[in-house]
């Protein structure tokens, strides 16, 4: 049987915690602010 669980309940299983989500990107609150870093990163470089 398959559950339906809320987004707001997102768990990482391996870490022991729940998964911050950026829910504009529709991915991980980690992932948002990775690609932003990467983004900036290549502008600078890019100067």
Not at 16 to 36: F, I, K, L, N, Y
């Amino acid at each position: 049987m398959t559950e339906f669980i809320r987004a707001s309940r997102l768990y990482d299983v391996e870490a022991g915690q729940r998964v911050r989500w950026d829910w504009g990107g529709q991915q991980p609150v980690a992932e948002s602010e990775a690609r932003v870093q990467r983004a900036v990163a290549e502008v600078e470089r890019e100067g």
